[in-house]
């Protein structure tokens, strides 16, 4: 299913918005993580399309959509999220994918907005580790020092260049999946390719991750929610099993499920097999069309 695209003028800046499926609201949107874009999600939206519109926006300095440095806050991102999502769809609540980064947007703004959002899905997120106090003069004296130093932007040959890259760090890609890939993550400047991801992302901000505050907002959500890891992911382990059933605690309505041998990037290493099992909860809890009954979600451990 062909991929559509549609700029969107937001807090003083101009977003992209991938579009699957009829020039209609849509009634699901997913969420990207850490350098990725929207795009990439094609082989799961495509699969949604086929009965209710599907969208998924680039974040500020992602993918397509406008950089707005020099520094990149988080409670922007979920700021964004509010803006784009009363543009997207004002009236109705929707479903909400989030994967990595995305996710974290994502569920924070389900405990912030509860009323906006009918179903949450968590795809391999939430796994940040909370900092300690002690950590913030580094963390302070590391982003005065970058600062002075910022991170210029990767230039490659070509496409195929960087598709080559690409498949190395995820085997899974077949060759003509990464050069798609590729294609969403740069675009063409005076001697090669260039990511279009503002390279001032790679900067470390001097701000710390507080988790009991994540989980203070978890606990607001009323939404039913799906968590989909990777059984081969690394970011799990960021944090012990402890704290991540505690985090989950926090989610009321919620379902867990795991895809065995997938990694981190589960839109890349088994599209359709993650496509299936979020399709096959979002039908058991009512969605396409909002006004999703929480009445049959129940808490399963993972399978």
């Not at 996710?103 to 924070?108: F, K, R």
């Not at 020092?145 to 040959?157: I, N």
């Not at 085997?171 to 991801?197: F, H, N, Q, T, Y």
Request: proline share 7%; aromatic share 8%; with cysteine.
């Amino acid at each position: 299913m062909k991929t559509h695209s549609r700029r969107l003028q937001c807090r003083g800046l101009d977003f992209h918005v991938a579009h699957w499926g009829e020039n209609a609201p849509p009634q699901l949107v997913l969420l990207h993580g850490w350098g990725d874009c929207g795009a990439t999600f094609a082989p799961l939206c495509a699969h949604w399309a086929r009965r209710a519109p599907v969208a998924a926006p680039d974040m500020r300095g992602f993918g397509q959509s406008a950089h707005s440095g020099p520094h990149y806050w988080f409670a922007d991102y979920i700021a964004d999220l509010d803006a784009l999502l009363d543009a997207l769809s004002p009236a109705q609540p929707l479903a909400l994918v989030g994967h990595s980064m995305g996710a974290q947007i994502a569920s924070l703004y389900a405990g912030i907005r509860p009323e906006r959002i009918s179903q949450l899905v968590i795809l391999d997120g939430l796994f940040l580790p909370d900092t300690p106090s002690d950590q913030a003069p580094k963390r302070y004296r590391s982003w005065l020092h970058q600062l002075q130093d910022p991170p210029q932007a990767r230039v490659y040959a070509d496409f195929h260049s960087l598709a080559t890259r690409i498949q190395k760090q995820h085997p899974s890609l077949s060759a003509p999946r990464a050069l798609e890939v590729a294609k969403a993550w740069a675009g063409e400047v005076d001697g090669g390719i260039r990511l279009r991801m503002d390279p001032r992302h790679r900067m470390r901000g001097p701000l710390l991750f507080r988790a009991a505050e994540s989980k203070a907002i978890w606990q607001q959500i009323t939404a039913p929610t799906l968590f989909v890891d990777g059984g081969q992911s690394a970011f799990a382990q960021a944090i012990d099993h402890t704290e991540r059933d505690d985090r989950r605690a926090c989610f009321r309505r919620r379902d867990d499920r795991m895809i065995k041998d997938a990694g981190h990037m589960l839109h890349f290493d088994a599209p359709e097999q993650t496509a299936a099992c979020i399709d096959e909860w979002l039908v058991a809890q009512g969605w396409p069309g909002g006004g999703a009954s929480h009445a049959t979600t129940q808490l399963h451990a993972p399978t």
